[in-house]
Structures are given as C-alpha cells and as structure tokens.
C-alpha cells in the first residue's frame, strides 16, 4: 500500500513552457540510456546495503525491502542528454523510510548510489531526504524493467536523471563528494537541470 507521496509544486499539465528545463525537448518515449549491458540481478540473492565507508550498517533481502513503507511520486524527469518526460509515475522507499528502518540518521553529508553493474554516482545527503528520493521499483504500476533499472533504481526526480542510478544494490556514505563513474568523465558533480549543470564548470 503507498502511504506517503513525495513533496513539491504540481505543475499543470499543459504549462509546458515552465516544466521544460533550459535546453530541453519533450519525448513521449523513454529512451534507454547505460554504459553497458543489463547486469543480471536475482532477486532471491538481490541484496539492499547501507555502508559509511566499507563498514555496513544494515542490509536488506528483496521481501524485507518490499515490506518497508510506500511512497508514490508523479511528475516530470529530465536526462543530460536533453531529453524530458512529462507526467511518469513511480513508486518505491523513500530514504527516509530507509533511514527509519535502520534506525539512524545520515552518518555524514554525501553519499555515493552503488548499482550491480559496478557504477557508481554521487549525491548529497540533503537532496535524498525530506521527502525528495527514493529507491523505486515500479514505474507506471508495473516493476520497473531492466532496461530502466529494475528491479530496483535511485530516483532523484529534481536532478538530471543520470544521478537516479539504475540496479541499484546500496547507498555508501562517504566523509567527502566523491566523484562517482560519469563525475570523473567531465559531468558536473551536482547535475540541475534548472542551472543546465551537465559538465564540469556549468
């Protein structure tokens, strides 16, 4: 059951003009974008850490995940490569509902998302909570594909959709903003849309 949506202005459908970033187009598609081929993710093995560092705080099975508390989102997302999709529906646990149920708060201000596929993106703490992020696993009511992530993925709706990394396996908090896969290839390190940050001194 969702119990809890995430925060933020709603936008009218048809205020187009507003909800397209500088230097954006609006697709009705939702092109696949990744550095290599779809990791193969079991979820009777698939596993969900929290880490400071190499030190592991909690981990969690596919069936404990799926038990945590519910949050549904609905809006617009928005990728470097310039492409926004208007209206999409996700679902999943909040970072802060992962945070509560490890019974801690954030043991320090950045973080680097780890997926199966060995990639790795950065992010400070404060734009994951308060309502702003989640871990998802479905997209439009359906378990979100593997091309788009699935099973499980960081959405992070207000930054460039490369920070909402796919097959998401945990979250590593980090003492420093550490550079993450595409961070050390010349994208920007905080990446918003609004501020066209897409590379490094944007």
């Known amino acids: ?9 709603r936008r009218a459908p048809g205020d187009t003009g507003t909800r397209l970033p500088p230097g954006q187009y609006l697709t009705q598609d939702f092109p696949i974008l990744q550095i ?40 617009d997302i928005h990728c470097v490569t310039k492409w926004s999709k208007f209206d999409t529906a996700w679902e999943g ?38 309502g702003q992020a989640m871990i998802a696993t479905r997209y439009a009511g359906a378990p979100i594909e593997p091309d788009h992530g699935g099973p499980a993925r960081l959405f992070v709706p207000h930054l460039y959709f490369w920070k909402s990394a796919k097959w998401l396996k945990g979250l590593r908090f980090t003492r420093k903003d550490e550079a993450g896969f595409w961070e050390m290839r010349g994208y920007h390190m905080y990446g918003d849309p609004w501020r066209e940050q897409r590379y490094t001194g944007d």
């Open 36 to 75: 290599g081929p779809n990791p193969e993710v079991d979820l009777a093995t698939w596993r969900f850490t929290l880490r400071e560092g190499a030190r592991p705080i909690k981990s969690w099975t596919w069936q404990e995940f799926e038990a945590l508390p519910r949050t549904a989102w609905h809006g």
């Open 1 to 9: 059951m969702v119990t809890r949506g995430f925060v933020g202005r």
């Open 93 to 130: 646990v909040s970072v802060d509902d992962l945070l509560a149920d490890a019974g801690i708060a954030a043991p320090t201000d950045y973080l680097l998302a780890e997926g199966y596929d060995d990639y790795t993106t950065n992010l400070p703490v404060a734009d994951l909570v308060g």
